[in-house]
């Protein structure tokens, strides 16, 4: 790993999700879904194309806005780009 | 890095607060009882508190952290997933592992690759003695992502199988022609099978692998399944499955047996 996990990384509290989201332009909408302020009819999605909820959200990274979420295989993949 | 600059003239400018040493991390935390900035010195910790800022400054704070992304190349993670994290790279550091995830790296399919390297996760979590419910939840990550087969190779990297195909690798290795295609003809109904699998590698005796077989019949049965498969590699082995197969086949009238052996690795699909 060319950098410690330490480098580069803001981390925040589980409970600060939504703000951190507001930094971006993002909300939730009505079925928990993590959509565009300006358009809550358009889901944000994950490199995989899947939708992602409050719930699953784990953070975010360059790469225009590439949302990582929170499960096992998704940090890996993770993992694998600060490599 | 520029964007550890752009918080800390943040807390400077809106917070009145000078940091003279150098910030090397930043959370953002929510937290009534701290206070809206500290800062560690040793470890060049900042924390910024959210819930004690006030919501102008708060306005102010949301393009520092959203340019520290788009502009500076920031991570942005939420705490419990970065522990995961680092968990995760320590799991993967060790000697043992190192080695057995390199085995693997090439010659199963990607997705099977990243499965295989959450399930030795799972492994290690289950064998610090985790709650069930973690085990259940990690588990269930495999699951979503890559479906009944994804399943199979935690399970199957949990019972120790996957060492198991190593010595299956090798032994295919030593005939001529060989090819990643060949460990992949075996390998992949392996993965598919999952637990109607029974893996015979060395250092079990006779009598285990009949208990096994037995018990996995009928727990099978038990829920409507009335197919097992059996794979063994080396000639001690394949002899001592065709030993417990003789006596099966006795003491089970209706067991059907379809068996075909490759260099040296014996398939068996038993029907009952």
Redesign the interface.
């Known amino acids: 790993m060319s950098q410690s996990l330490q480098e580069g990384i803001i981390t925040f509290d589980a409970n600060l999700k939504s703000e951190i989201l507001s930094c971006f332009g993002k909300t939730v909408d009505d079925s928990g879904y993590i959509v565009e302020r300006d358009d809550p009819s358009q889901r944000v999605l994950t490199p995989d194309g899947e939708d992602i909820t409050l719930d699953e959200f784990a953070g975010i990274r360059k790469g225009s806005e590439i949302f990582i979420k929170a499960d096992l295989p998704s940090l890996i993949e993770l993992l694998d780009t600060l490599e | 890095?520029a964007?550890l600059d752009g918080?800390r003239e943040f807390v400077k400018v809106h917070l009145n607060i000078n940091i003279q040493v150098g910030v090397?991390?930043?959370?953002?935390?929510?937290?009534p009882r701290a206070d809206v900035v500290s800062f560690d010195e040793t470890t060049g910790a900042l924390k910024i508190n959210?819930e004690k800022l006030p919501e102008d400054k708060?306005e102010d704070?949301?393009?520092v952290?959203?340019d520290?992304?788009?502009e500076h190349?920031?991570?942005?993670?939420?705490?419990?997933?970065?522990e995961?994290?680092?968990e995760?790279?320590v799991t993967e550091s060790s000697k043992e592992e190192q080695v057995f995830l390199s085995f693997f790296k090439g010659k199963i399919p990607d997705d099977d690759y990243?499965?295989l390297?959450?399930s030795l996760?799972?492994k290690r979590r289950f064998e610090e003695g985790a709650q069930k419910e973690e085990i259940n939840r990690?588990k269930l990550?495999?699951l979503?992502?890559?479906s009944k087969r994804g399943r199979n190779i935690c399970d199957l990297c949990s019972a120790g199988y996957f060492k198991g195909l190593i010595k299956i690798y090798e032994e295919l290795q030593r005939y001529p022609g060989f090819s990643n295609e060949a460990f992949l003809e075996v390998y992949n109904p392996i993965v598919d099978e999952g637990n109607l699998t029974v893996f015979v590698s060395g250092g079990r005796t006779e009598e285990q692998v009949r208990r096994e077989i037995e018990s996995k019949m009928s727990r099978n049965r038990q829920y409507g399944i009335h197919v097992l498969y059996i794979h063994g590699i080396g000639k001690s082995n394949i002899e001592k499955i065709n030993m417990v197969i003789y006596d099966l086949k006795s003491k089970y009238s209706t067991l059907k047996i379809q068996s075909s052996e490759y260099q040296n690795i014996v398939s068996m699909k038993l029907t009952f």
């Open positions: 890095m964007f918080l090397k991390t930043v959370n953002i935390i929510a937290d959210w708060i704070l949301k393009p952290i959203s520290a992304v788009r190349d920031a991570l942005l993670l939420e705490n419990r997933s970065k995961l994290l680092e995760i790279k990243t499965a390297r959450a996760y799972v990690l990550d495999i979503k992502r890559y």
